[in-house]
């Protein structure tokens, strides 16, 4: 029976023995895609689950593709990768990250839906994915090399042959076998799709990013680092295979709604239009580039492509923070604008080719400076550093920072553990209570929405595994706080909006408008907790599972039609009727909620055997003993709220901290409604069985491990 949009093969990659073992997709399929199908295949081959160091050989890593990647569902081409990761505190935990590109879909191209990475290789070596044919080749000579060498040594090492007249790439290896129409493998316009590691990863550094094409990146989870103590150096995928379609008419169809109804006209752009899906192509480098010159390069399938190409030749593909870690220092001695965007374009270009995650920089910085204005850090400081402090803010700092961040040299050599780690080693703990050093959670840094203000980001990031880096509802905050800092009028009143989104929060939340009250009095509730539940769900399925890019979906509220109303759990153009006209399959909006559960509360299982205990789950000090002041970026942090009189209204939730008591509270009410264990957050049998997860339950229990039911 044809699998609508699965390519119908797992391959699993044993970098111990070098070999190569294919599993089929039908028995994971349950689990979608995505996060769920890897969560499913780490809980089969990971032995150990109690592993909390993402270097150890038993580690398991997989990339997944969705059934939705390379067919028209709009802005779904991403590629998710779970397993132990290398950047948490105090332990790694079982995390994901993502990464957009061409990868995910051209896994499927091949042949595969995912791909296992387990043991590690005796020397470095880089595997070549063609049409279900696998080939492990030696890295020696790769070893080294930054990320962007690596993939054009790879593309000149593979010997695909390439028709220089017309730019396809032939996957034949002898003529002959080209004419037989049952051995040729087929032709392509796409190079193959190279995932690889820089230094960074090489050196096992918690910020080793896994990098593909020129800004595609897997950051935040440390993965680089695993596939660098893996001595795996790169994946090249290339196939020609179909990926089949169950329903092609509703497909076209619900596409063209999504152009024609959700999105802004291309012949008048509304830059400032305030949904996500009907952004028009739009660059989003933080600094604006010096020059006109530029192609626009998206993810496959992407309705509104969000980067770049330019002709100066750098900062190709690069966007949001990572064009803007070094922005705070720069500006302070950049001479002209000119100068300042070639100063981050080129800081940015040389995090990508080291493959560094620059999260940690973005806010590590700022701990920084206060270190060398402290004097305890710089050149024969307590804490030594040979570092050009005199030249912060210049690009020959950033690089020198960059390769010492990425080599394990200088303050790297502490800080490639872990930056909270550091904090603990160099004796300065105590900057987490001051809040100089802003890592609210896992020990990782703050992304710019502080869990005092923006609750549902800092709810999500401390119950999970990592900074969630998830912007729904984050949107709200952008699009008020914009409009209000550049004195433009609302767009929306804060009563419509709510109301308008709330009506999409099924199930858990629908009509309850209260869910995104985040004042004082309403952050601790049980309608925000009944929020964060589902924002948890939502995202494990349709962002983390069917892959529809964070920056895209959810599409809540849209100024461009006429009711206001998003594509969003719409039944002429929402999330789930793009899944089943790929799949074949009939799931409600809820349903794909519920399947996100289900997934969420595997990871919660894998969580629990690492050793997570609810008493781990809390925020760094200063999050209770500070407050929430104005920022470099964000002066003031506006959200919809209900004044005294119950009105809804736009209002500053700077300035605040939060209540470790309430918060602990909030804990317990989350997972009474998730039927976890509330004195120790582990699930219950009850719960698991529920979601069809019985030997899961079991191997909790095995462990001693499985929460407590509630007495009634
Ligand atoms: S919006 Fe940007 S990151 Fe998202 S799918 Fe499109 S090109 Fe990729």
């Known amino acids: 029976m044809t699998m609508y949009g699965y390519a119908g093969?797992?391959?699993r990659l044993d970098l111990s023995a070098q070999r190569a073992i294919e599993v089929d997709t039908a028995q994971y399929r349950s689990w979608g895609g995505g996060h769920g199908l890897g969560s499913a295949l780490f809980w089969d081959f990971c032995k150990d689950k109690t592993i909390t160091d993402g270097t150890d050989p038993a580690n398991v890593i997989v990339v997944t593709s969705s059934p939705l990647n390379g067919t028209l569902a709009p802005s779904a081409g991403r590629c998710e990768v779970v397993g132990v990761g290398l950047n948490t505190h105090p332990v790694h935990w079982y995390t994901r990250s993502n990464i957009g590109g061409r990868f995910g879909t051209m896994i499927r191209h091949a042949g595969y839906d995912a791909i296992v990475i387990e043991g590690r290789a005796s020397r470095p070596v880089w595997v070549d994915i063609r049409n279900r044919k696998v080939a492990f080749h030696d890295a020696t000579d790769l070893w080294g090399t930054d990320s962007r060498t690596a993939q054009e040594r790879i593309w000149e090492q593979m010997g695909v042959?390439?028709?220089v007249k017309t730019g396809w790439w032939n996957l034949n290896e002898t003529a002959e076998e080209a004419l037989d129409a049952t051995t040729d493998q087929g032709r392509t316009t796409q190079r193959p799709a190279i995932m690889t590691i820089g230094p960074a990863g090489e050196n096992q550094t918690c910020g080793g990013c896994l990098?593909?094409?020129?800004?595609?990146?897997?950051?935040v989870a440390g993965f680089g680092g695993v596939w660098g103590s893996k001595n795996l150096k790169a994946i090249s995928v290339i196939g020609t295979g179909e990926i089949p379609v169950a329903d092609a008419?509703?497909?076209l169809r619900a596409r063209a709604i999504i152009k024609e109804k959700y999105t802004s006209d291309i012949e008048q752009p509304d830059f400032e239009a305030w949904s996500k899906i009907g952004k028009q192509p739009k660059l989003m480098a933080m600094v604006s580039p010096p020059t006109d010159e530029y192609r626009p390069q998206a993810c496959q399938g992407c309705v509104s492509g969000c980067r770049a190409r330019y002709s100066i030749g750098y900062g190709h593909e690069t966007k949001c923070q990572v064009t803007s870690w070094y922005f705070a220092p720069s500006r302070r001695v950049a001479k002209s604008a000119k100068e300042l965007v070639e100063i981050n374009l080129r800081a940015a270009d040389a995090a990508q080719r080291y493959g560094l995650n620059t999260y940690f920089a973005l806010t590590g910085l700022h701990w920084l400076e206060h270190l060398v204005e402290e004097g305890v850090l710089g050149p024969g400081k307590a804490i030594h550093s040979d570092l050009p402090w005199d030249k912060y803010g210049t690009l020959e700092f950033a690089e020198k920072l960059v390769h010492a961040l990425s080599c394990r040299e200088d303050i790297g050599a502490d800080l490639a553990d872990g930056w909270v780690q550091a904090a603990y080693k160099w004796g300065r703990e105590d900057d987490l209570r001051t809040g100089h050093m802003?890592?609210?959670?896992w020990g990782q840094p703050e992304h710019g929405y502080d869990p005092r203000a923006e609750v549902e980001w800092g709810y999500g990031s401390i119950l999970g595994d990592r900074d969630i880096c998830e912007h729904c509802f984050n949107i709200i905050f952008t699009n008020i706080t914009a409009s209000f800092a550049f004195a433009k009028p609302m767009r929306i009143?804060?009563?419509e909006l709510v109301s308008i989104i709330s009506e999409k929060l099924s199930p858990y939340a629908k009509n309850r408008p209260e869910a995104l009250d985040y004042s004082d009095e309403n952050m601790y509730s049980e309608d925000v907790a009944q929020l964060v539940r589902w924002h948890r769900h939502y995202t494990r399925f349709y962002k983390e599972s069917a892959l529809y890019c964070d920056l895209r979906w959810p599409d809540f509220y849209n100024t461009n039609t006429p009711d206001r109303r998003g594509?969003?759990?719409?039944e002429d153009a929402g999330e789930h009727v793009f899944w089943n006209a790929v799949t074949g399959d009939e799931l409600s909006f809820e349903d794909g909620i519920e399947l996100g559960r289900r997934i969420w509360n595997l990871d919660n299982a894998i969580w629990t055997l690492q050793g997570r205990h609810r008493d781990m789950v809390k925020f760094a000090p200063f999050i209770y003993e500070t407050k929430y002041e104005k920022g470099e970026l964000f002066p003031f942090f506006m959200w919809p709220c209900r004044d005294e009189n119950g009105t809804w209204?736009?209002?500053?939730?700077?300035?605040r901290t939060m209540d470790r008591q309430k918060f602990e509270k909030f804990k317990s009410t989350f997972y009474r409604l998730e039927g976890w264990d509330v004195d120790s957050g582990w699930p219950t049998r009850t719960t698991l069985e529920d979601l069809d997860l019985a030997e899961v339950a079991a191997t909790l229990d095995a462990a001693g491990r499985l929460g407590k039911e509630r007495s009634s």
């Open 9 to 11: 093969k797992i391959l």
């Open 161 to 163: 042959p390439r028709d």
């Open 211 to 219: 990098v593909h094409d020129a800004g595609n990146v897997a950051a």
């Open 249 to 251: 008419t509703s497909l």
């Open 438 to 441: 802003t890592f609210s959670y």
């Open 493 to 495: 009143g804060a009563e």
């Open 567 to 570: 594509a969003t759990a719409s």
């Open 649 to 655: 209204v736009y209002r500053d939730v700077m300035g």
